[in-house]
């Protein structure tokens, strides 16, 4: 598979996460949070045995990494959906999409501890993705909104799951992976939702569109994606696509929710894109022409 298929598949996956945030809304009239994530979890690793069964049955799944990297990344996915979710209770689709989008300037940050070089480039994005934050979440009385709050914390969750992907893509497969995350997660909501929320049928079968999207759409099939394109792009780049989701969710917001966003917002939402464009720009190659 060439770089531009897994360019043009990580750009789908955008798409259908940022318009997952409108989904996600919507499934919160009749849902809890972590009744919403145990049945979207349920339905994305059910919607992918079909094509376990045809294309991965087959695959070694004796493999340590398999499991071990399943087990992190359902724990990692967990957390990052969980404050994701409850985040959305008190913030907007399109404030909740642009916080999630700054994991875009904590990867390459994190690969410092990973031995990875940093350049001036890449912090001067972290300080035009932190401006922008401030302008977006914090009110004249400085402080940041309850919801904002969440979905940065979220962010960090988000930051490990793109980079364990990146470590596992090309090391394991696809299908098999995303099962077992998916049943990690699924497990581990269940359990919150029993505990903390009162899960029913009833409220179920009234989020069903709702769900369908976040499970099938946005979980099973842009996740199962998302493994595949990034088997030979670098987390950092990854990073970068993959939170166009940003822009993705303020347009879902505006379209299908009537959401609006003031001047302040707009501004803050372009400093984060810039930040994020910005930590990432390729380098220029000088190109020497010999004389003949």
Same mark, same amino acid.
């Given at each position: 598979?060439?770089?531009?298929?897994?360019?043009?598949?990580?750009?789908?996956?955008?798409?259908?996460?940022?318009?997952?945030?409108?989904?996600?809304?919507?499934?919160?009239?009749?849902m809890g949070p972590?009744?919403?994530?145990?049945?979207?979890? #349920?339905?994305?690793?059910?919607?992918?045995?079909?094509?376990?069964?045809?294309?991965?049955?087959?695959?070694?799944?004796?493999?340590?990494?398999?499991?071990? +990297?399943?087990?992190? %990344?359902?724990?990692?996915?967990?957390?990052? =959906?969980?404050?994701?979710? #409850?985040?959305?209770?008190?913030?907007?689709?399109?404030?909740?999409?642009?916080?999630?989008?700054?994991?875009?300037?904590?990867?390459?940050?994190?690969?410092?501890?990973?031995?990875?070089?940093?350049?001036?480039?890449?912090w001067l994005g972290?300080?035009?993705?932190?401006? +922008?934050?401030?302008?977006?979440?914090?009110?004249?009385?400085? @402080?940041?909104?309850?919801?904002? @709050?969440?979905?940065?914390?979220?962010?960090? =969750?988000?930051?490990?799951?793109?980079?364990?992907?990146?470590?596992?893509?090309?090391?394991?497969?696809?299908? @098999?992976?995303?099962?077992?995350? =998916?049943?990690?997660?699924?497990?581990?909501?269940?359990?919150?939702?029993?505990?903390?929320?009162?899960?029913s049928w009833q409220?179920?079968?009234?989020?069903?569109?709702?769900?369908?999207?976040?499970?099938?759409?946005?979980?099973?099939?842009?996740?199962?994606?998302?493994? #595949?394109?990034?088997?030979?792009?670098?987390? @950092?780049?990854?990073?970068?696509?993959?939170?166009?989701?940003?822009?993705?969710?303020?347009?879902?917001?505006?379209?299908?929710?009537?959401?609006?966003?003031?001047?302040?917002?707009?501004?803050?939402?372009?400093?984060?894109?810039?930040?994020?464009?910005?930590?990432?720009?390729?380098?220029?190659?000088?190109?020497?022409?010999? %004389?003949?």
């Amino acid at each position: 598979m060439s770089n531009k298929i897994s360019y043009l598949l990580l750009i789908a996956v955008a798409a259908i996460w940022g318009f997952s945030f409108v989904a996600q809304s919507a499934g919160m009239e009749f849902m809890g949070p972590h009744s919403f994530n145990a049945a979207r979890f #349920i339905l994305a690793a059910a919607s992918l045995f079909p094509l376990w069964f045809f294309m991965s049955q087959n695959k070694p799944l004796r493999d340590p990494r398999l499991w071990l +990297g399943g087990l992190l %990344a359902g724990t990692v996915m967990f957390a990052g =959906f969980s404050f994701q979710q #409850i985040g959305l209770l008190h913030t907007s689709a399109g404030n909740a999409g642009f916080i999630t989008g700054m994991y875009i300037v904590l990867v390459p940050i994190v690969g410092i501890f990973l031995k990875q070089r940093t350049s001036a480039k890449t912090w001067l994005g972290v300080v035009l993705a932190s401006l +922008g934050l401030f302008v977006l979440c914090v009110d004249e009385n400085v @402080s940041i909104g309850y919801g904002d @709050s969440l979905e940065l914390i979220g962010v960090v =969750f988000w930051t490990m799951h793109v980079l364990t992907i990146g470590w596992l893509a090309s090391k394991v497969d696809a299908i @098999s992976l995303s099962i077992i995350q =998916f049943t990690v997660a699924a497990v581990l909501a269940s359990a919150f939702a029993l505990v903390l929320e009162q899960p029913s049928w009833q409220a179920v079968v009234a989020t069903s569109v709702p769900l369908l999207y976040a499970g099938i759409a946005a979980s099973g099939i842009a996740c199962t994606l998302q493994i #595949i394109g990034q088997r030979k792009i670098e987390p @950092s780049i990854a990073a970068l696509i993959l939170a166009s989701e940003a822009m993705f969710a303020v347009l879902g917001g505006w379209l299908i929710l009537n959401e609006s966003m003031s001047s302040k917002e707009l501004s803050g939402c372009l400093l984060m894109l810039l930040g994020m464009i910005v930590s990432q720009w390729p380098k220029r190659k000088n190109v020497m022409l010999a %004389a003949s």
